[in-house]
Protein backbone atom coordinates (compact mmCIF):
# COMPACT_ATOMS: atom_id res chain seq x y z
CA UNK A 1 0.00 0.00 0.00
CA UNK A 2 1.20 3.62 -1.17
CA UNK A 3 2.11 5.97 1.45
CA UNK A 4 2.71 9.23 1.53
CA UNK A 5 2.83 11.17 4.97
CA UNK A 6 3.39 14.81 5.33
CA UNK A 7 5.13 16.39 8.33
CA UNK A 8 7.20 19.81 9.21
CA UNK A 9 3.72 22.45 8.83
CA UNK A 10 3.50 24.96 11.90
CA UNK A 11 2.88 28.52 12.30
CA UNK A 12 5.51 31.03 11.62
CA UNK A 13 5.89 34.59 11.21
CA UNK A 14 6.32 36.66 7.95
CA UNK A 15 9.81 36.10 6.50
CA UNK A 16 10.49 32.84 8.45
CA UNK A 17 11.68 29.59 7.20
CA UNK A 18 9.47 26.02 7.55
CA UNK A 19 11.23 22.45 5.84
CA UNK A 20 8.53 20.04 4.73
CA UNK A 21 9.22 16.52 4.52
CA UNK A 22 7.06 13.87 2.29
CA UNK A 23 7.87 10.11 3.51
CA UNK A 24 7.03 7.90 0.50
CA UNK A 25 6.53 4.12 0.96
CA UNK A 26 4.99 0.50 -0.66
CA UNK A 27 6.61 1.08 -3.86
CA UNK A 28 9.28 2.30 -5.65
CA UNK A 29 9.60 6.03 -6.62
CA UNK A 30 12.94 5.91 -8.35
CA UNK A 31 10.69 7.03 -11.83
CA UNK A 32 8.00 8.66 -10.03
CA UNK A 33 7.32 12.57 -10.21
CA UNK A 34 7.15 13.79 -6.90
CA UNK A 35 5.10 17.17 -6.18
CA UNK A 36 3.84 19.71 -3.91
CA UNK A 37 0.55 21.48 -3.90
CA UNK A 38 -1.71 23.84 -1.52
CA UNK A 39 -4.69 24.84 -1.06
CA UNK A 40 -5.96 27.70 1.17
CA UNK A 41 -9.47 28.28 2.73
CA UNK A 42 -11.96 28.54 -0.52
CA UNK A 43 -9.44 28.70 -2.82
CA UNK A 44 -8.58 25.51 -5.63
CA UNK A 45 -5.67 23.00 -4.77
CA UNK A 46 -2.47 24.54 -6.57
CA UNK A 47 0.97 23.39 -8.10
CA UNK A 48 3.55 24.68 -5.56
CA UNK A 49 6.96 22.67 -6.74
CA UNK A 50 7.84 19.07 -8.23
CA UNK A 51 10.70 17.15 -8.48
CA UNK A 52 11.78 14.05 -10.97
CA UNK A 53 12.80 11.64 -8.94
CA UNK A 54 15.30 10.47 -11.28
CA UNK A 55 17.43 13.12 -12.55
CA UNK A 56 16.02 15.64 -9.91
CA UNK A 57 14.99 18.09 -12.43
CA UNK A 58 12.70 20.59 -10.31
CA UNK A 59 9.97 22.97 -11.31
CA UNK A 60 7.94 25.96 -9.47
CA UNK A 61 5.04 28.40 -9.25
CA UNK A 62 6.22 31.53 -10.04
CA UNK A 63 4.53 33.14 -6.56
CA UNK A 64 7.21 30.84 -4.75
CA UNK A 65 10.61 30.77 -7.21
CA UNK A 66 13.61 31.97 -5.40
CA UNK A 67 12.10 31.26 -2.09
CA UNK A 68 10.77 27.39 -2.24
CA UNK A 69 13.40 24.96 -2.84
CA UNK A 70 12.38 21.20 -3.53
CA UNK A 71 14.76 18.34 -3.05
CA UNK A 72 15.17 14.15 -2.23
CA UNK A 73 16.72 12.16 -0.18
CA UNK A 74 17.07 8.45 -2.06
CA UNK A 75 18.22 6.58 0.54
CA UNK A 76 14.89 8.01 2.67
CA UNK A 77 12.74 7.96 0.24
CA UNK A 78 11.69 11.33 0.83
CA UNK A 79 11.16 14.45 -0.60
CA UNK A 80 11.48 17.77 1.01
CA UNK A 81 10.22 21.13 0.59
CA UNK A 82 12.42 24.40 2.22
CA UNK A 83 10.24 27.32 2.45
CA UNK A 84 11.59 30.82 3.04
CA UNK A 85 10.37 34.26 3.00
CA UNK A 86 7.29 33.19 3.58
CA UNK A 87 4.38 35.14 3.46
CA UNK A 88 0.63 35.29 4.53
CA UNK A 89 -0.35 34.61 1.17
CA UNK A 90 1.53 31.26 1.58
CA UNK A 91 -0.71 30.11 4.61
CA UNK A 92 -2.70 26.66 3.30
CA UNK A 93 -2.23 23.10 3.63
CA UNK A 94 0.31 21.73 2.00
CA UNK A 95 0.24 18.31 0.12
CA UNK A 96 2.40 15.79 -1.40
CA UNK A 97 1.63 14.18 -4.74
CA UNK A 98 3.23 11.38 -6.84
CA UNK A 99 2.48 9.90 -9.89
CA UNK A 100 3.37 5.92 -10.80
CA UNK A 101 5.79 6.37 -13.84
CA UNK A 102 6.99 10.17 -14.26
CA UNK A 103 5.27 10.16 -17.21
CA UNK A 104 3.78 13.48 -16.41
CA UNK A 105 4.85 16.43 -19.43
CA UNK A 106 6.46 19.85 -18.01
CA UNK A 107 3.50 21.37 -19.12
CA UNK A 108 1.25 19.41 -17.11
CA UNK A 109 3.18 19.29 -13.82
CA UNK A 110 0.92 22.05 -12.20
CA UNK A 111 -2.41 19.84 -12.70
CA UNK A 112 -3.27 17.93 -9.93
CA UNK A 113 -5.25 15.14 -11.60
CA UNK A 114 -2.10 14.20 -13.21
CA UNK A 115 -0.44 12.91 -9.79
CA UNK A 116 -1.98 9.06 -8.61
CA UNK A 117 -1.29 9.32 -4.58
CA UNK A 118 -1.83 12.08 -2.10
CA UNK A 119 -0.85 12.20 1.13
CA UNK A 120 -3.43 13.88 4.26
CA UNK A 121 -1.69 17.17 4.48
CA UNK A 122 0.25 19.60 6.66
CA UNK A 123 -1.21 22.71 8.13
CA UNK A 124 1.50 26.47 6.93
CA UNK A 125 0.23 29.15 8.94
CA UNK A 126 2.36 32.47 8.20
CA UNK A 127 1.51 34.99 10.60
CA UNK A 128 1.65 38.81 9.67
Known amino acids: QVQLVESGGGLVQAGGSLRLSCAASGRTFKNAVMGWFRQAPGKDREFVAAIRWSGGSTYYADSVKGRFTISRDNAKNTVYLQMNSLKPEDTAVYYC?????????????????????WGQGTQVTVSS
Open 97 to 117: AADRNGYILESNLKNAYEYDY
